[in-house]
């Protein structure tokens, strides 16, 4: 089939759909999209809250839990042991299927009924002391983590694959520890405040570093020890300088902040931070082969917008999915084969519309099954029964799609409406990538969260009260409520998080961790990509960056880069 030009349904913009494509989506028997790219992950992005907790307690035995799902999502939430218990079972909730209702409207239904987990976490069973966390397992004494495993002593972190003693960080690849302030960072220990680096020792305040020992305040540098914005220098010499920064207090540290940002613009850097990859496309790419604008994702194999993705093969449109094939606009699709339209639905097989669902297969619109096979709506069928049923709801899904209220048409092969999420807009990863002003929500007739979890106003210390070194901090400071300097927001200072910056030798954050977290996130190229010319004086060469033409970063080609930085 030749390559075709559609309109979005939702933004009304021109989208290619290529020959390949629609090989795709013929091998997995869905029609071809109507919506672009990048609304496609927007509305997927709608239906994932990986930050904003709340509590509420657990509907089968009234314990207080923490979980993603406000008062307002009307979802029946239990806790881990309940959830996993045979004290229920799913199928009691098992619906006919309704051929007047719209199909999306029954599922919605149905989910907002069956009970779900809280947060996605083993904690207490595959692991110890790490309540708060969500998309979680195999760690240990973790707070405010999400999407991670194989962990210990973290905190206030995402998107981590194995680590050790770390405060602040995201996208952390292969073992780290002793880490503060890090992002894209990789088999490195007692770093600081430091981005895209890789095996590095000892430093702070470093960008795309690898294989350095004792530097400080550098760039794009490779195999050095002692060096001060890029700059060679003794041992002593180096010594005196950092220890003129006194980053253990508050102030510096944010003067050197400022300074380390100021000086990475002056650095080339390359167009594309992918690593032994043939024929891909995006940024952060690892062993990846035939791969179109995927973003934070190992070993991809003939894929398509993907991102912070563990080993996808022949699979589109994915998010936070791992070890998987044949799958497509999923959320957290892991250990699955033909996982469509799935979310946090895991190690199943031929699923659709399947709702926090595991060892699975041949299910349909389904809630919180496990080991279970031909259901629809929750309900047991014959294998036979089963694929009348489903191919009867699919007919009756493109005749009589859902229409939401701008009027969009949902047939089958669309994900769950934005409109019909559970979370409001801005408590969704979609608000990061896709920023909505309260008013653009409801005009899109979404939902917005006004009544997040949260306290103003009771600090019993104020900022400048803080002292300013780290070993002057007293234990008493994990008595006391801070105030955030930028948002007010109350917060305050576990025992954990105090022995990890007495260890490290870092100051006391004078800001909450949702503050932090932006910042740090706002720091991370965006998850797209634009058609650039190398910035080198005389290089012709073009390339798909994540670099907007906008931005002031200088942006080489491979080669002009290599130069720079042999």
Request: with cysteine.
């Amino acid at each position: 089939m030749n390559q075709e030009i559609k309109v979005c349904q939702n933004c009304k913009k021109d989208f290619i759909i290529e020959p390949d494509d629609f090989a795709f989506y013929e091998k997995i028997k869905v029609p071809p999209p109507t919506f672009c790219p990048e609304c496609r992950k927007q509305r997927r992005l709608s239906w994932r809250n990986d930050f904003n907790l709340c509590t509420s307690n657990c509907k089968l035995c009234g314990k207080s839990v923490v979980t993603l799902f406000s008062p307002e999502s009307k979802m029946t939430v239990y806790c881990n042991k309940c959830w996993w218990s045979d004290k229920w079972n799913p199928r009691d909730y098992g619906v006919d299927y309704d051929s007047t209702k719209p199909f999306f409207v029954q599922i919605k239904e149905l989910i907002q009924r069956v009970p779900i987990l809280g947060l996605v976490n083993d904690d207490g069973i595959g692991s110890v002391n790490s309540e708060y966390t969500h998309d979680f397992a195999f760690s240990k004494n973790c707070y405010m983590v999400f999407s991670a495993w194989k962990i210990e002593n973290v905190l206030y972190t995402s998107y981590i694959i194995a680590g050790k003693d770390i405060v602040d960080c995201t996208n952390i690849l292969d073992f780290c520890d002793l880490i503060y302030e890090g992002l894209q960072l990789e088999l490195c220990s007692r770093v600081k405040w430091s981005q895209n680096c890789t095996s590095c020792l000892d430093s702070a305040f470093l960008f795309d570093c690898k294989d350095c020992s004792n530097c400080f305040m550098c760039g794009g540098l490779r195999h050095k020890k002692y060096c001060f914005r890029n700059e060679q220098y003794t041992k002593e010499e180096y010594e005196k300088i950092v220890d003129s920064y006194k980053i253990s207090t508050w102030l510096e540290s944010e003067r050197a902040k400022k300074e380390f940002e100021e000086f990475i613009l002056t650095i080339p850097r390359k167009f594309a931070n992918n690593k032994n990859c043939y024929n891909c496309t995006g940024d952060f790419l690892i062993n990846g082969k035939n791969s179109k604008s995927c973003f934070n994702v190992q070993r991809p194999e003939n894929d398509k917008w993907i991102e912070n993705s563990d080993s996808p093969k022949d699979s589109y449109d994915l998010v936070c999915s791992g070890e998987l094939s044949e799958c497509y606009e999923g959320i957290t699709s892991d250990h699955s084969s033909r996982n469509l339209f799935g979310i946090f639905t895991w190690k199943s097989q031929n699923v659709q519309y399947a709702h926090h669902c595991h060892t699975s297969h041949d299910l349909f619109g389904c809630a919180s099954l496990r080991n279970a096979e031909y259901c629809i709506l929750n309900k047991q069928y014959s294998k036979e029964e089963f694929e009348k049923l489903r191919a009867q709801i699919i007919q009756d899904m493109n005749n009589n799609p859902y229409t939401d209220s701008r009027g969009v048409k949902y047939k089958f092969g669309e994900f769950y409406p934005t409109e019909l999420s559970y979370f409001g807009y801005n408590e969704t990863i979609a608000q990061e990538q896709f920023p909505m002003t309260r008013e653009e929500v409801f005009k899109n007739n979404w939902k917005w969260q006004d009544s997040f979890q949260l306290t103003k106003g009771k600090e019993t210390i104020k900022s400048e009260s803080i002292p300013e070194v780290i070993d002057d901090v007293k234990d008493q400071i994990t008595k006391e409520i801070l105030q955030c300097i930028d948002c007010e927001r109350n917060y305050k200072i576990t025992e954990a998080e105090l022995t990890l910056y007495r260890r490290m030798q870092v100051p006391i954050p004078h800001r909450c961790f949702y503050c932090r977290l932006s910042t740090r996130l706002k720091k991370r190229n965006s998850y797209k990509l634009w058609h650039r010319k190398c910035m080198k004086p005389e290089c012709t060469n073009e390339f798909e960056t994540s670099y907007a033409p906008d931005r002031p970063e200088i942006v080489y080609c491979e080669t002009c880069y290599n130069n720079e930085v042999a």
